[in-house]
């Protein structure tokens, strides 16, 4: 029997940067009161509470979800209020260096870049992020951009020897995230192993990275069983065969309905 779901937020549960859909939100809010539901992002808690938090009810099922923002550096729980339970921060002379390690990475990749929307730089505490286009780039844009994550591939094998005590992975549309070595991912699955007491062995993990190298793929690497998925219109038929497998009203529901 599995006790924990866990979601990638950006290309699994909702669009790059975009809220969750009515029918998604319906989806996690009917989960929650089945099991319990972990969402890990590369995202700060502002994207969390802005695509993912103010689209839920605010009620008692909220204390089965945790949040994970910067892929797991940071642990969020509800206890009639959401508290950070901790966070991996950077000093100022790992974010110089990584800063540093971004550009010159950026510059050696050869790619030219015509326009950016916002910031492609930013540091976010425990985890500092390069987005190609900038943070409010366009989704039209952003997912034509590196489709075959070629460009990126290209970035991060030039920035492993440039920072190798720090974890360079690629998430989301455009993005490259770098946190400390070690924290990734399966980093933020142990801490949710950890603090919810919740065996490996009985969660899954739902993402659309999960290939060598995207910033998913250290989560399969760490033994959990991981389903992956190619956007949102993918993770809904999943979550809705977790929630008939694991509640047998909905099961007997559905087969009335059919």
């Not at 009639?80 to 901790?86: A, E, F, N, P, S």
């Not at 492609?120 to 075959?148: C, H, Y």
Request: aromatic share 8%; net charge negative; with cysteine.
């Amino acid at each position: 029997m599995k006790k924990l779901i866990v979601y990638d937020l950006d290309g699994t549960l909702a669009e790059s940067k975009a809220p969750v859909d009515p029918d998604m939100a319906t989806l996690l809010h009917d989960l929650l009161d089945v099991v319990k539901v972990a969402v890990i992002s590369g995202g700060d808690w502002p994207q969390f509470e802005k695509q993912l938090l103010t689209h839920l009810p605010h009620d008692e099922r909220l204390k089965g979800l945790s949040i994970l923002p910067t892929s797991g550096t940071k642990f969020y729980g509800f206890a009639g209020t959401w508290k950070k339970l901790y966070s991996e921060d950077f000093t100022a002379d790992e974010r110089n260096k990584i800063i540093n390690a971004l550009k010159t990475a950026q510059a050696a990749s050869g790619f030219t870049i015509q326009k950016v929307w916002g910031d492609v730089i930013e540091d976010r505490g425990s985890q500092i992020t390069f987005s190609a286009l900038g943070q409010q780039a366009p989704l039209e844009e952003k997912v034509k951009w590196d489709a075959d994550f070629a460009k990126r591939k290209k970035m991060k094998a030039i920035l492993d020897p440039l920072i190798p005590e720090f974890s360079v992975q690629m998430g989301g549309a455009t993005s490259i995230d770098v946190t400390k070595h070690g924290i990734d991912k399966a980093y933020g699955i142990r801490k949710l192993r950890d603090q919810l007491a919740i065996p490996l062995k009985e969660m899954i993990y739902i993402g659309d990275a999960l290939f060598a190298g995207g910033n998913d793929y250290p989560v399969e690497e760490a033994g959990v069983v991981s389903i992956p998925v190619r956007g949102p219109n993918e993770t809904k038929p999943v979550t809705e065969a977790i929630i008939a497998c694991l509640d047998p009203a909905s099961s007997a529901r559905a087969w009335k309905l059919a």
